[in-house]
């Protein structure tokens, strides 16, 4: 998989300046055909498609879903008809960019090391994948005792969620996108 990281970076508005806000709102309101001023679940998958066009970002599910979840729970929504909550408001949408973005960099790392595309990273490719992991994370010492670390359900793989859970711990840095 070959990424265009300065495209997605390019299409992801998330910098503080009155530019970026101002690209940011016109992003909100291409993901909100209905114009209610919030964003479902599936509003965001469709954009991924429709507006933001890129199929790598399109495609990683999993990193849309858990930036998502977490830019929808950042604050707490003011709107009074109740709804805000399930849903991303505009002032959730930067955290989401930026979420989405990292989210997405941690898909990647993930995608690189299931190299049987089964959704789940097996001990056997973790340990293959150790030269490639140590140089997005550092050294790792004991390859089984992380990979049980990582393992926090203890089904034998590990779920994206749950390397997303140590992608952060060990502030993972992919060797490829930087701008």
């Known amino acids: 998989m070959s990424i265009d990281w300065k495209k997605i970076s390019a299409k992801l508005p998330h910098e503080k300046t009155p530019a970026q806000k101002k690209k940011r709102k016109d992003l909100f309101s291409r993901f909100d055909p209905n114009g209610n001023g919030v964003l479902s679940l599936a509003e965001v998958d469709k954009a991924m498609r429709d507006v933001l066009a890129i199929d790598d970002l399109f495609d990683a599910k999993p990193a849309i879903m858990r930036a ?14 109740g709804v805000g909550d399930d849903y991303i408001e505009f002032r959730e949408f930067r955290f989401f960019l930026l979420s989405l973005r990292q989210y997405f960099e941690y898909w990647v790392a993930f995608d690189r090391t299931d190299t049987d595309d089964d959704k789940r990273i097996s ?17 790792i010492g004991d ?21 997303c859970d140590w992608a952060i711990k060990k502030s993972l840095d992919l060797e490829d996108d930087d701008n």
Do not use: H, P, Y
């Open 68 to 81: 998502f979840q977490i830019a929808k729970a950042c604050t707490k929504s003011k709107r009074s008809d």
């Open 143 to 163: 390859l089984e005792g992380e990979f049980a670390k990582i393992d926090a359900n203890g089904g034998g793989v590990i779920l994206f969620d749950e390397f």
């Open 123 to 139: 001990l056997e490719e973790f340990v293959a994948a150790k030269d490639m992991i140590e140089t997005w994370v550092g050294s």
